[in-house]
């Protein structure tokens, strides 16, 4: 059951616009989402609204799957420095009370996890908003983060969001709007993206035929998000994982390759190899600020 925690969420009705507020709880005891105009969205029963209704994407969300191995392999721990990272670099950004965090992309909600834990132990007051395109993944971010509102939306539309409310924008391997990200960040707020850079897991993936990270990809990024951002802070993060081989394969099927990756062939290809896989993650943290100050 969805909880509205934070009634100033700036929401937008994804149909005219209008600020969405939280409606009353339907016969079934949950809560729905309803504009002015009369247009509402009920939360599913796995804890999220789904903004899309109505609207066909042609996007190949991550499936049940994908997204299972993501969420068994994370929660073993093995990406804890790099959450570390991310909530050391949004926790200052998050002064204003409530703070509102938007995580992009946020798949099972492993780093929004991290990063309400670490504000909650700093005492911050957060409301936060978890949005992606997989149904699969928002019901496992749904239950992980209860305290967050979880949005079915594609990043590539206009975000249901109002402009200037938003305080800090997480985009932990997801794809980035920047028009939108700079619309709905405040301005004094920050864009946080993480990035794998090249060589990240290079060992395995030449195993197991995970997609090598090219080599410019680092640089690539702020020509990208130019010119809504500016690159404020770049810092890597990189460590040794020790591996075994079923965990290599869900790390190969959780990634991008996962879509066109056969789980068999994977560990058809690990055959062989030690029962312990060395490797290095590499990953690097880009912290924006919005080019221009947003109209207010
Ligand atoms: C590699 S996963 C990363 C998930 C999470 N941030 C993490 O690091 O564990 C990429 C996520 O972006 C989501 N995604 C991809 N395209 C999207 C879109 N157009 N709109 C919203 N979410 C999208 C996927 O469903 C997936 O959950
Ligand atoms: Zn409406």
């Known amino acids: 059951m969805v909880r509205m925690p934070f009634p100033s969420l700036p929401l937008l009705c994804p149909v005219c616009s209008e600020p969405l507020e939280l409606a009353r709880a339907n016969p079934s005891g949950q809560g729905g989402l309803a504009c002015g105009s009369g247009h509402s969205f009920d939360a599913a029963r796995q804890g999220y609204f789904n903004l899309l209704v109505g609207k066909g994407t042609a996007f190949e969300a991550d499936t049940a799957e994908m997204v299972d191995a993501r969420f068994n392999f994370l929660g073993h721990g093995h990406y804890r420095p790099l959450a570390d990272a991310v909530a050391a670099a949004v926790v ?135 010119p809504h951002f500016i690159v404020e802070e770049a810092r890597d993060v990189g460590f040794p994982l020790s591996l075994t081989r079923q965990e290599a394969a869900g790390l190969a099927y959780m990634g991008p390759a996962g879509h066109h990756l056969d789980p068999a062939a994977i560990t058809g290809r690990l055959e062989g190899q030690p029962e312990t896989l060395q490797t290095e993650a590499r990953f690097r943290l880009t912290v924006f600020r919005p080019a221009t100050p947003q109209p207010a």
């Open 92 to 226: 200052p950004h998050l002064a204003r009370e409530p703070a509102v965090v938007l995580d992009s992309g946020t798949g099972t909600g492993h780093y929004l996890r991290v990063v309400l834990d670490a504000a909650a132990a700093e005492g911050l007051n957060v409301a936060a908003l978890g949005l992606d395109i997989s149904k699969f993944a928002l019901r496992r971010a749904a239950r992980l983060n209860p305290e967050a509102l979880h949005l079915a939306w594609d990043v590539w539309q206009a975000l249901p969001l109002a402009g200037n409310s938003v305080d800090v924008v997480t985009v932990v391997f997801a794809p980035r709007n920047a028009p939108e990200f700079a619309r709905v960040l405040r301005p004094t707020g920050r864009l946080l993206v993480v990035t794998p850079r090249h060589g990240h897991l290079a060992s395995i993936a030449r195993i197991t035929g995970m997609l090598a990270i090219e080599e410019d990809k680092d640089s690539r990024l702020a020509g990208a998000m130019a």
